[in-house]
């Protein structure tokens, strides 16, 4: 009888329960669909996230090239240079401006202000051009049309090689021209670039001793040259009832018909073919401004930029399987390798995160398991994996792509998403111990603790409000390491507060728990050495709080030999070396130099692949990486290591071999960076007017540098002076 009456009584006062826990216990039905809704949604979203490697961010810079051909730099600077940016600075929304003049070239960097989003640039962008359009009337004639490179910040996710022994260039080009038309049709691409192009010429080479001999005078074969083969309306004529076009003849399609224009003048008598008084040939530029080299081989880079918030994996795939059927036209001998893959790195991110998805699950239910019990770990593990794939439906839903900073910030949550669902559960055994039923014993423990456990939260998420909410670029790349944990922790707040008791009156049901005195419950031997720790830390205040000071005096004394770095490099297996020779060298020359440190690096065990670039950088393949500007005597060199564990060996291994047999290079390692950034970590600016008091300045502050054991690649963007032919003319000889 005393059973039956104890039963009535508990069922009467579980009927006079009420809060958040009894709420999601009693309706079921709301229970299971939110839990429908994340498992079923959040398997759904993940596989509809967009992938990337980076998150994006706005690179808010423009470039305005100008070539002056002949000009000295100090023309340049002054006639172009100087001209330009007046213009560009009357714009407000720009922030700073810097610029390069160097023999008959001018290239103006353009920085907006940091508060400018990416949907105002193009319009920022228009009013560049219009500025630059107004200002071109009034400079020097010679000068050409300026160029305002506003996709500078464009990144191609994949960087292939075309490369083939014993092809021309031309022939190279024809085939990348049919590739890229190819490409650019895959659904996700955006555009495909080609880098290492080759500007293709007519070489006439005139014999002063023919044309003296027929009396022909250079300027009739120049003028003759203007007047032909240019493209001009002929005009129509109408016959009957039709209206018929005249199409003029008399172009030139190959060089031998160019060899056989008639040259006319008063002192000549029968017919001269420009054959024969001189050589004509096909070729190309003889100073070229970019050459790429793979693997020893003249190459043609392709990169390939993808249109935003996609999946990056699946267009990988795309793009795999149209080359796959481009290939039966591929010649034979031609070659098309990757430099680098962004979609076959973030499958290997996405896969790794998915796999530290299923070890902190494990992880969890095995501690769990000689902690609270089984059936309390897989409840735990439930409740984790239902929190990351609800984060995964709000990430849907907030556009935010699975890339390296999102997924870092959902490995870091792992580790925290457990903790109110912990305590809640624990808050329930605890309760069932006293006596009490599952669904009181929920709605104890979630009312004791929702708003300490939101707080909590709230706090926890606040830490990493500053890196978030900066309004830099370093703000913008790492927003989402914020969001992400804004939105998986206050989840895992939710989801303790609702779904945690209602799997654990499913879990725990039918579970015999022995009904304790109260206190009992702590008895165990953990609480017992807790608790006199406890009583010993509070009966001696101060000797509790002096060993903690000298324990924090220690942290800051030992964190002062960390290394500190806010991004990492990456663990990608690539490393690049900049190359700068002596100013003035010839980009040949630059070039041939890369060939020998190419030719060494691919006989090193471990070295997969080389890429050099000589003149410029190779094209932005990653948001991070920026690519050096146009200069003959720089050059630039991209090793593909077997594995990550064997690169700082074979870096360390090349810088030795650039000292040892390298002395006049200037050269700098690299690896792939994480975050914005890049360029010196140390730089100094010096400003005025005298070009001398400028270079003793510049080398003052070299040699302070130097004096620093830690500091190399110190160098000026100067420069070292320059060789200049001038002759001495005499005019009035020269005119008589």
Request: one cysteine or more.
């Amino acid at each position: 009888m005393s059973s039956n009456k104890s039963d009535q009584t508990t069922a009467q006062s579980d009927e006079q329960v009420t809060g958040i826990a009894a709420y999601f216990i009693r309706n079921k039905v709301i229970s299971w669909m939110i839990t429908l809704i994340f498992l079923v949604g959040g398997v759904a979203a993940f596989f509809d996230l967009g992938r990337l490697e980076d998150p994006a961010f706005t690179i808010k810079d423009a470039m305005v090239v100008t070539n002056y051909p002949g000009a000295t730099p100090e023309e340049v600077e002054e006639e172009v240079t100087y001209p330009l940016e007046k213009a560009i600075q009357q714009l407000t929304y720009v922030d700073e401006v810097t610029s390069i003049s160097t023999r008959g070239l001018s290239q103006i960097t353009v920085t907006i202000k940091r508060n400018y989003t990416s949907e105002d640039l193009p319009q920022i962008w228009d009013e560049l051009r219009r500025k630059v359009t107004d200002i071109q009337g009034s400079l020097p004639p010679g000068v050409n049309t300026p160029a305002v490179i506003d996709d500078f910040g464009d990144v191609y996710g994949v960087l292939l090689a075309v490369t083939g022994e014993g092809y021309s260039y031309k022939e190279l080009l024809d085939y990348v021209d049919y590739l890229r038309r190819e490409l650019e049709l895959v659904d996700g691409v955006s555009k495909v670039s080609v880098s290492g192009e080759q500007q293709e010429q007519v070489f006439i080479e005139m014999s002063m001793k023919r044309m003296n001999a027929l009396g022909i005078a250079p300027e009739t074969v120049f003028n003759l040259l203007n007047t032909q083969n240019t493209v001009s309306s002929s005009g129509a004529v109408r016959v009957g009832d039709e209206y018929i076009r005249i199409q003029p003849t008399g172009q030139f399609d190959s060089v031998e018909q160019l060899g056989d224009l008639i040259i006319t003048d008063e002192s000549t008598s029968g017919l001269v073919y420009l054959k024969d008084v001189a050589e004509i040939k096909r070729g190309y530029i003889d100073v070229p401004t970019n050459v790429l080299n793979f693997n020893g081989n003249m190459a043609l880079n392709m990169g390939i930029s993808f249109n935003a918030g996609v999946n990056v994996v699946t267009i990988g795939e795309a793009l795999d399987q149209k080359l796959a059927e481009l290939e039966y036209q591929q010649p034979i001998g031609i070659n098309i390798d990757e430099i680098y893959a962004q979609p076959g790195e973030v499958d290997k991110s996405v896969s790794s995160f998915v796999v530290s998805l299923a070890q902190a699950v494990g992880i969890v239910i095995v501690v769990l398991l000689f902690f609270m019990g089984v059936r309390s770990g897989v409840l735990i593990g439930l409740i984790l994996l239902l929190t990351v794939l609800g984060t995964f439906v709000f990430m849907n839903y907030l556009g935010i792509e699975l890339q390296r900073i999102s997924l870092g910030a959902l490995v870091i949550a792992l580790g925290m998403l457990v903790d109110n669902a912990i305590v809640i559960v624990e808050g329930i055994l605890v309760g069932m111990k006293k006596g009490r039923t599952r669904l009181q014993a929920a709605t104890d423990i979630v009312t004791q603790t929702k708003w300490p456990l939101l707080g909590a939260t709230v706090i926890a998420v606040t830490a990493f409000a500053p890196i978030g909410l900066s309004e830099d670029s370093t703000g913008e790349y790492c927003r989402t390491l914020f969001t992400v944990l804004l939105i998986s922790l206050m989840l895992s707040w939710f989801t303790a507060m609702s779904l945690t008791p209602f799997f654990a009156d499913l879990f725990f049901k039918g579970q015999k728990v022995e009904a304790n005195e109260e206190g009992s419950q702590y008895n165990g031997i953990v609480f017992v050495i807790y608790r006199k720790f406890l009583e010993f830390c509070m009966n001696r205040a101060w000797l509790t709080i002096s060993a903690l000071i000298v324990m924090f005096c220690t942290s800051l004394y030992g964190f002062s030999f960390i290394k500190q770095s806010f991004f990492p490099a990456s663990t990608t297996p690539i490393f690049m070396s900049d190359i700068w020779l002596p100013e003035g060298t010839d980009i040949r020359a630059t070039n041939a130099k890369l060939q020998e440190l190419e030719e060494w690096l691919l006989e090193q065990e471990g070295v997969e692949d080389v890429t050099t670039s000589a003149g410029q950088g190779l094209q932005r393949f990653m948001l991070t990486y920026t690519p050096e500007k146009s200069y003959a005597a720089y050059g630039e060199v991209t090793t593909r290591v077997e594995s990550y564990e064997v690169l700082n060996g074979i870096m360390a291994k090349y810088i030795d071999h650039l000292d040892t047999n390298y002395p006049e290079i200037n050269h700098r390692m690299k690896q792939i960076e994480l975050g914005p950034g890049g360029g010196a970590k140390i730089e100094a600016r010096v400003i005025g007017s005298d070009p001398t008091v400028l270079r003793e300045l510049g080398a003052q502050i070299v040699d302070i540098l130097n004096d620093d054991p830690g500091a190399n690649n110190i160098r000026h963007d100067w420069r070292e002076r320059t060789k200049v032919l001038e002759p001495i003319f005499n005019e009035s000889q020269a005119r008589r």
